[in-house]
């Protein structure tokens, strides 16, 4: 079956320093991939997408994510986080084309900044 | 913020009561989805549509059931609440398959 990876559960940082999510799957056809966030108290929103092109993806609130095929990964990062990051961050996949299929959720990485 | 709305947003009820939560969305969309959130288990699909009166079980399905009428709302219900279905849920859309989703603001579900 498929399934998605994150390897940090908890990752905590300081205001202005780097992110850097881990996510890999286990589907050796095409993918889409996403990230999304939640904060706390909220719904999940998108933060980026990527479907074909260009590996290097960038969203919304300077995120920018990977895709690197031949490890089957597609990691988030950020330069520069800031307290407003806190959140929980997860990774999914959806299988390309595949009618009916869901997307496929990571269990989290919850991202405390302090400030 | 994509227009789904989910009823109600909080409720509390007892073991072995029917719940019915509702997803309504104005978009349009074909695709509907609803999920699970749990502590340490991320997201997880019950059940999903893919049309009015479509519907196919999800990873975690055993003790939900769902229904389309209208293209707008999809419904899920818990004929029989147990305290293993305490959880926050949400309902998700989405344009086409393998498209991203949007999701509603979820339902937190206590049952006692």
């Known amino acids: 079956a498929q399934s998605v990876s994150q390897h940090n559960h908890h990752v905590i940082l300081s205001e202005a320093a780097s992110l850097e999510l881990g996510c890999n799957y286990s589907y050796g056809g095409t993918v889409n991939l996403f990230w999304y966030v939640q904060y706390p108290g909220q719904h999940l929103q998108l933060l980026l997408k990527y479907f074909s092109g260009d590996p290097l993806v960038k969203g919304i609130k300077g995120f920018e994510a990977e895709f690197i095929k031949s490890k089957f990964s597609f990691n988030l990062r950020k330069p520069s986080v800031q307290w407003s990051d806190t959140a929980e961050y997860f990774c999914a996949v959806n299988l390309y084309n595949q009618a009916g299929t869901a997307l496929i959720f990571g269990k989290g990485t919850t991202l405390s900044v302090s400030s | 913020d994509a227009g789904i709305t989910q009823s109600p947003r909080h409720k509390v009820t007892e073991t072995g009561t029917p719940v019915t939560l509702r997803c309504h969305q104005t978009?349009?969309?074909?695709?509907m989805y609803w999920y699970r959130q749990d502590p340490g288990h991320g997201l997880r699909l019950i059940h999903y549509s893919y049309g009015v009166k479509d519907t196919d079980k999800g990873e975690v399905s055993d003790g939900y059931s769902v229904s389309r009428s209208k293209t707008e709302d999809f419904l899920l219900t818990l004929e029989s609440a147990t305290s293993s279905q305490t959880s926050v849920y949400f309902c998700?859309?989405?344009?086409?398959?393998?498209?991203?989703?949007?999701f509603g603001p979820g339902t937190r579900l206590t049952v006692t």
């Open positions: 978009e349009n969309h074909r695709y």
């Open positions: 998700a859309i989405s344009e086409s398959s393998g498209n991203e989703q949007y």
